[in-house]
């Protein structure tokens, strides 16, 4: 039974700064400034590798992606198209957006795919219990992967990340009854994606 | 309250630690089941986002910091870049404008960013470049090679290549391969010759190569297509400094040199010979290799032709086998004869044989005489045929009469013996012996065991036959009026598909006797027939191109009567067809005393039973068939489904008392043509 953990997105390893503060970091970072910019690296690093990481389980190619995250970022400042809300939001979407585009490169079936993964208890009379026994992080990943680009991303925040409603709509630029209805909406595909498997 | 707000606040008191039974106690049970599918999704993904996540080894991180760093300064550069131009370009505004384009250098890198390929291809171009190189570097060498001449450094390699091109040449191709490198050769000392000629300041360029030594005359040696002088001068411009050619090895023709030699100007062609070092001896002739077993001559064995033989070429898909069961002449005596020893022999091989059979076999010919004829009433009337189903082969049949055999009368064909390949071919047409005044010996043929089939469990047994001897040794009883009848009725033995021919000479009721079955014809004292026929086939298998398998048993025959009595035919025959690979597919059932049943079945086609009985009499009604059940059979053939059509030529009557032996076949299935 799950026993429930804090809310990772904000407790992990954020720096107990104000939003004033960010701003005026982001402020210098859009001037390329050196400090600016490496406070936000260090800061957003290791959530974005450990995001990019619970999405594809690779640390190679977690690492390698997250570089990717901060030079984009980078490029994204250059050409006037940074964020323009949240900050690590635009920053989760470069990821997710980043993982997306890996995975439709490598093809969808390269991948540790649904079918691929063996049943163990399919024969389980409750579909609660059957999901129980069965989901392990590659399922879930690769039904996360089928997801809407929405879902995917309301998913990983709210259950992988940890964020609350209100950040996650801060992040989406979305309002929570939106956060609450696409939520809803993802776990229950999530749940078709995954009961259709176990059948 | 809606199902999404109730599943985020499931959701967030999940996230605290409640258990999924205890929240689902707050909300209506309409909603339980709903929320409890979701919240088991949502507890798994949560159970994922707990798995440690590893740290990143410190040189990436490292090296991605110091990546983001250096990328970072590059792109401050070139912002502050352009806001320094950004002034400057506004000072002279009215001028120039220009000094906003970026430098060269910046518009490089900027098409290199812009073409760069991803990081994982990039890792890949040094490896790319230096594969690019070596690709180069190994064309060059390999074009300057075919392109120098002995006296080149990298003339060496040319000559390395032609060795390789010799190695690797088919052994078929060898000698046309040298061949062409050797006139290669010969123009390159030819080029170098006229090089040399041109210049008459250049010295001798030396060099070394391969070649097949073919041979001297009084004044060169020829290595290829070269002429070597047996030496060479140490000084070209010095007649006197001839020193004789070393050489390390035999020289024989064919061999393989190594020849240092040396171009001077002169004679294109000519080279002066330093030394040579043989490489390889000719070719020694390889044996023959060991000839196959086929050509079974034993060692020591004389042939001779024994009188009354002759050379005969053995045919296709012919083997001693059938000659012997053509010949009367055991297989093993054949091959002693022949000298052959055990082993198959093949075909084209010419072995004696007895002169009777050294025709070749002609192919089945069916003959079909609906309108039968009495062609040898001028015979007296014998006492009646003479059923011996054992002693067929001295037995001849003056038949006068034919025997009509409808379409269903066949002509088994089987193999000779069980291991014997098949190479039936019966034609289920009716094929109908006309009985002459004398029975050939292939005709008359009989084996010498008899064999019977037993197959009870419903297979034929190469080799097994059936034959119901017990009831053979009855004759008819009436003796036949229309003509002398007399025959040997049903000595019918399946042969390898030769059998109709000869039965067109010889009585209808013999077939070839090389099978060892004979088909004995039984006389039922009744004048009816109770049954008995034999027909089968040694091969009896149930594959379409196993030949025939035929049987009649006296439990399954099929008698028709009337129509050999209607052409007084006296001779009871008995003449089984089943099918031949070549023919037509067959199934055939056998029905034995003791064999429930044996189907050969490949389309259903034919099932040809034939039975010779002695029973019908002249005046016996219509033909019908007549099966009798098997004593034992619990399964009895299929039953005949074919009728002999009425004869349609009206014999002689024969007498009332007549009995002869009525050949019946019947053919289940399409087989007939």
Redesign the interface.
Known sequence: MFKGRPSRGRNDEALPVTEADEEQLLAKAMQFDDAALGELYDRYEARIYGYIYRRTGDQILAEDLTAQVFLKMLESIRDQKAWHSSFSGWLYRIAHNLVVDTYRRKGRHSAVDLEDVPQTAAESQNPEETVEQTLDAERLRSAIRRLTDEQAEVVSLRFLEGYSIAEVAGMMNRTEGAIKALQYRAVATLRTLLYDQML | ME???Y??QA??R??????IDDILVSYPPSVRGEL???L????????????T??A??SL??VS??L???Q???E??G??VAVSAAAPTAALRSTSTATSDKPTLWQRLRDGWDAIRPP?PLLRLAPLTSVLIIAFLLTFTVVVSAQESLPGDQIYGLKEWMFNQRLATAPPELLATERDIIAKEQVDDVGKTAAELNSRPEASAAEAVGTFQYRGEDADFLYFGDLLVTKGYRTDVNDPDSWTPMSGNGELQPGVIVMLRYQIVPGPMGVVEGISYVVMQEPPQPTPEPTPMPTPVRSVGCQRTEPRGWTAYSLGLNETLQDLSARSNVSSEELRKVNCLTNGPVSPGTTIFVPARIAAPPRPLQPVISATPVPTATSLPPTAGPTITPTSSAGSTATEPATTELPDATATEISGQTPGSESTASATPTGAVATPTDEATPLATKTPAAPESATPADGTDTPGTGTATPAQSTGTPAASPTAGAETGTPATETPTTGTAAPESSTTPSATASPTGAIPATPTTAPTGVSPAATAVSSPQATATPTAGASSSATPAATATSAPAATATATAAATATSASSAATTAPTATKIASPTATEVTNSASGAAVATSTATVAATPTSPPPTATQAPPPTATKAPPPPTATPPPPTATPPPPPPTATPSTETSTTDGGESP
């Open positions: 199902i999404e707000e599943f985020a959701v967030d999940l996230l605290t630690g409640e258990s409890r599918s979701l088991v999704v949502v507890e798994a993904a949560e159970r994922m986002a707990t798995v996540v590893p990143p080894a990436n991180r991605a910091r990546l983001f760093a990328r970072a300064a792109l401050r070139d912002l990081a």
